[in-house]
Every structure is written in structure tokens, then in C-alpha cells.
């Protein structure tokens, strides 16, 4: 199916489900939370985990184990451990929200019956069926967007856009003192505890999207906001992502759009939420000496490559 797609990637507590969260106040728009499509089915830049060798190579027995493993009770998100061929397989529970059990059964079947087919060909088959699946129960139409939202799809950005030729990517970016401080405060299992390995996580991410960016068939493709511009002049930025995705809106639905995507009226934020602060420099409270030395040794360069002061 021919329809347009939008990736919302980005370091994790860059500000993605902020940006999320205004577009899905865009009627046109037909979305779930994180999918982790590529993080779970493909992986070809992982060295941790085997989901696609043991999809589409591995004994009918280990498949089933497998499969189970994408889906959690009520469909919540978090991390199941299977033991899988003498390895711990850690598997993302977060595909029950675009696809049911049996659908992804009979889907990666079907991807296996493709003897054609290499395993990257197949991984993308399986993740086509899904996202064509959502978006018909969806009510997809002519004129509606798929916007798919997984920060950790910067790493597989040249996959998505060499695979989808409609699709385009908006990339996160933040500043990464503030990052850190916002993934320490969050505390989840996929935030390093450690200053160190906070910083080395921002810089990848970071330079994935230079990569990706450096790429002159993708120029027109992918579009990088500022956390900082978005809290700065919101509805010019607002206006600025929906012209890139091909979707209209009036300025009346872009005011109610930041009334309603503002940090003040979340229910839920603070401390160990989604939602922490959202202020701007907050780094500046809690970043010893020590954490400023780290940061620009490790990253510093990079920060002032993207435009930030140190």
C-alpha cells in the first residue's frame, strides 16, 4: 500500500513524544505509541540480540518462543526475557498495540515461506504487513498520515528511507546535558545509570542522524527540530513539521495544539514520568564540575558542531 508515513526519531528524552503528542492532535493523522518495529524485528546493528536469526533461521519451536515474547499482558510496554539457543533474548512487549498474536503469526510465516527473499527483505516484509494492517483497522484513507513514533529508528533511518519512498523522518534533537539529566530523573531500564554511558548514548544517536542527514537523496527527506526552538516559538515550529509531513492546518488549530501539548497541563509529569520538566537548561541544577568535564570531553565537540554553547 502507497500511503504517507512519518518517523519521529531522536535520542530518547530528546522531546520525541512531545512532538508525537502534537501531532497526534492532527486529525489526519493515524498513530499508537512506540512500535519498535525495527528495533525488534530487524536489528542488523545489534550485537546483543538474534530476533531476526532466530525468526527466520531457527526451529519451528524457538519461533513460537519467540513470537510469544513481542507481547505482554494488556499489551504494556517493558522488556520479556526468553531463553532462546543458550542466549537471554531481550525482546520489546510493544507490538500488541499495531498487530494482534495471530496476524504476527501468520505474517512471519508467510515472510519465511519467501525463500527468495534474504533476511532483511523478509524482516521488511513482515514490518510492511504490519503498519498496511494498522493502518486499514485504523481507517486509513487517502489524505491520512502514519506517523510512527520510536526514538532508537534513527539507527535504522537508511533502511526506512531506501524501504519507503513516501515516508519522511523528523529528527529530535536536544540539548544533551539536558538529555542526561532527563533519562537519570526518568530511571528506566533502558536509561544508563551511569553520567558516562548517558553521554555516549546522546553522541550515538547524535552522529546516526549526521550519517543519516550526510545522505543527499535524503536531504529533502528528513527534517531536524530543536527541542529548544519548539519551547522558544512553538507555533512556528508546529507549523514548520506539519508543512514537511503535507499536512494543513489553520492557525486556530495550531493555538489549540500548543494548549494542549503544554508542559503545565499534563496530568502526569515529574520526577519518574514520561513528562519530567520540559525546561530548558534545567542541566544547570545538576551537572557537578565533574559532569561538565565529562560531557565535553566526550561530547563537546559535537555540541558545538550542532550549535550549542558549552
Same mark, same amino acid.
Given at each position: 500500500?502507497?500511503?504517507?508515513k512519518l518517523?519521529i526519531?531522536? +535520542?530518547?528524552?530528546?522531546?520525541?513524544t512531545?512532538?508525537?503528542?502534537?501531532?497526534?492532535? *492532527?486529525?489526519?493523522v493515524?498513530t499508537?505509541?512506540?512500535?519498535h518495529?525495527y528495533?525488534?524485528i530487524?536489528?542488523?546493528?545489534s550485537?546483543?540480540?538474534f530476533?531476526l536469526e532466530?525468526?527466520?533461521?531457527r526451529?519451528?519451536?524457538?519461533k513460537?518462543?519467540?513470537? /510469544?515474547?513481542?507481547?505482554?499482558? /494488556?499489551f504494556?510496554?517493558?522488556?520479556?526475557?526468553?531463553f532462546?539457543?543458550?542466549?537471554?533474548?531481550?525482546?520489546?512487549?510493544l507490538?500488541?498495540?499495531?498487530?494482534d498474536?495471530?496476524?504476527f +503469526? #501468520?505474517?512471519?510465516?508467510?515472510?519465511i =515461506?519467501r525463500?527468495?527473499?534474504?533476511?532483511i527483505?523478509r524482516?521488511?516484509?513482515?514490518?510492511d504487513?504490519?503498519l498496511?494492517?494498522?493502518?486499514? #483497522?485504523s481507517?486509513g484513507?487517502e489524505?491520512?498520515? $502514519?506517523?510512527?513514533k520510536t526514538?532508537r529508528?534513527?539507527?535504522?533511518?537508511e533502511y526506512i528511507?531506501? *524501504?519507503y519512498?513516501?515516508?519522511k523522518?523528523?529528527?529530535?534533537?536536544?540539548?544533551?546535558?539536558?538529555v542526561c539529566? =532527563?533519562?537519570?530523573?526518568?530511571n528506566r531500564?533502558?536509561c544508563?545509570?551511569?553520567?558516562k554511558?548517558?553521554?555516549k548514548?546522546?553522541k550515538?544517536?547524535?552522529e546516526?542522524?549526521?550519517k543519516l542527514? =550526510?545522505?543527499e =537523496?535524503?536531504?529533502?527527506?528528513?527534517l531536524?527540530?530543536r527541542?529548544?526552538?519548539? /519551547?522558544k516559538?512553538p507555533a512556528?515550529?508546529?507549523?514548520?513539521m506539519f508543512?514537511?509531513?503535507?499536512?494543513?492546518?489553520s492557525?486556530d488549530?495550531i493555538?489549540?495544539?500548543?494548549?494542549?501539548?503544554n508542559?503545565?497541563?499534563? /496530568?502526569d #509529569?515529574?520526577k519518574?514520568?514520561?513528562?519530567?520538566?520540559?525546561?530548558?537548561?534545567?542541566?544547570?541544577n545538576?551537572?557537578?564540575e565533574?559532569?561538565?568535564? $565529562?560531557?565535553?570531553?566526550?561530547a563537546?565537540? $559535537?555540541?558545538?558542531? $550542532?550549535g550549542?554553547?558549552?
Amino acid at each position: 500500500m502507497n500511503y504517507k508515513k512519518l518517523f519521529i526519531v531522536g +535520542c530518547g528524552r530528546s522531546g520525541t513524544t512531545w512532538v508525537w503528542d502534537i501531532f497526534k492532535e *492532527h486529525p489526519l493523522v493515524i498513530t499508537d505509541y512506540e512500535s519498535h518495529l525495527y528495533d525488534s524485528i530487524m536489528q542488523p546493528h545489534s550485537e546483543k540480540n538474534f530476533i531476526l536469526e532466530v525468526i527466520f533461521l531457527r526451529p519451528l519451536w524457538m519461533k513460537k518462543i519467540l513470537i /510469544k515474547s513481542f507481547f505482554t499482558n /494488556k499489551f504494556k510496554a517493558g522488556l520479556r526475557w526468553e531463553f532462546v539457543s543458550n542466549r537471554f533474548l531481550a525482546v520489546k512487549g510493544l507490538l500488541s498495540g499495531w498487530v494482534d498474536y495471530d496476524k504476527f +503469526c #501468520r505474517f512471519v510465516k508467510e515472510a519465511i =515461506s519467501r525463500k527468495e527473499l534474504n533476511n532483511i527483505q523478509r524482516a521488511e516484509l513482515v514490518i510492511d504487513e504490519i503498519l498496511d494492517d494498522f493502518f486499514i #483497522r485504523s481507517g486509513g484513507k487517502e489524505g491520512n498520515i $502514519l506517523v510512527e513514533k520510536t526514538p532508537r529508528h534513527i539507527l535504522y533511518g537508511e533502511y526506512i528511507l531506501n *524501504h519507503y519512498l513516501e515516508a519522511k523522518i523528523i529528527e529530535v534533537v536536544r540539548d544533551g546535558r539536558d538529555v542526561c539529566v =532527563s533519562m537519570k530523573m526518568l530511571n528506566r531500564s533502558w536509561c544508563p545509570h551511569s553520567r558516562k554511558n548517558q553521554i555516549k548514548m546522546w553522541k550515538k544517536l547524535i552522529e546516526a542522524g549526521i550519517k543519516l542527514k =550526510s545522505e543527499e =537523496s535524503f536531504a529533502n527527506r528528513i527534517l531536524q527540530v530543536r527541542y529548544e526552538d519548539i /519551547k522558544k516559538d512553538p507555533a512556528k515550529e508546529i507549523k514548520r513539521m506539519f508543512d514537511f509531513a503535507g499536512i494543513s492546518t489553520s492557525v486556530d488549530k495550531i493555538s489549540k495544539i500548543i494548549n494542549n501539548t503544554n508542559f503545565n497541563n499534563y /496530568k502526569d #509529569r515529574g520526577k519518574g514520568t514520561d513528562k519530567y520538566k520540559g525546561v530548558v537548561g534545567d542541566w544547570k541544577n545538576h551537572f557537578t564540575e565533574q559532569d561538565k568535564e $565529562l560531557f565535553n570531553k566526550i561530547a563537546g565537540d $559535537l555540541m558545538i558542531k $550542532l550549535g550549542y554553547k558549552l
